[in-house]
């Protein structure tokens, strides 16, 4: 079954078009991250799928059941299958199991049953005797892990989160994306989750979709770029404004481009190669990954290299060094 549908769905803020999403299935048991650059859409898609604001235009399914023209009663209904975590989460000026408990109470838990789920979800978030700490002795992440209790207590099959580990310190963040893992990977609790942080996002989900000016990329958020296409003699290019790429014809009219980092190749020396993209920059981070490593190279826009560790350790390469990068039309995919 799929969980999400969105078919020509757009949200717009007064008269700002914030969203416009021709299709995007979000499978039921599936981790998703949802990554993009500030402004790309990522909160405002989330409050969709949590049903707390109504789309523009388009429609939306939700377990293959349209949701335009929903009564409150079907809105509750299904606003009781999900467990939406926002940023910035409100905790009341109680104790933490008030806390966690109220969400139990608005559903209409027995009140027998309340103590013992409060417990359960404490102990999963690893804040098993805080249940009498008021919520003024809460460090920041102690308090971001008091809200995923109070998220998780009512045992949703769906969780909705908006940058969960903003500004928490370590262990509370090892935390937090353990109790993520196993729900989904244990308990087949469908996640939805945004992320700046591609590194989590790769290692966490199952599907990384990103938005650009909310719509959502074929490719992963690393070298996306907005410009336009146009015809240069033979062949074909895309303008960034600051940077011009030789890309594949036919694609007249896309607005968008990114290239696959693992695409992307780095060389000390000029490079004698049949590949058209050709270009010189500084070295501007490296990012040391699982086998691999990230090298940012500024040639005029951002662009990200991802290359092994041997090939690293093989070019000798540092910070503020000018490397030559190069990669081939038919690796930038347009859109």
Known sequence: MMLYRAENLTFSYDDIRVLDIPRLDLPEGQFTALTGPNGSGKSTLLMILGFILRPSGGSLL?????????????LQEARRQLGTLLQAPYLFRTTVERNVAYGLRVRGIPRHDISSMVSRAMHTVGLAGYEKRHHQALSGGEAQRVALARTIAAEPSVLLLDEPMTNVDSAS??????VLMEKNRDEGVSVIMTTHDLDQAYRMADEVVTLVKGTPSPGAMENVYNGAVYQSGSGWVFDTGRISIAVPGGKDGSRTASIPPETVLLSREPAVTSALNTFSGKITAIVQRNGSVDVSVDIGELLISRITDGSYRRLGIGLSD?????FKAEAVRLY
Request: net charge positive.
């Open 62 to 74: 939700f377990r293959d059941r349209k949701t335009d023209g929903w009564t409150a009663t079907a």
């Open 173 to 178: 963040r090892s935390i937090i994306e353990r």
């Open 322 to 326: 000018i490397v030559n990068v190069i």
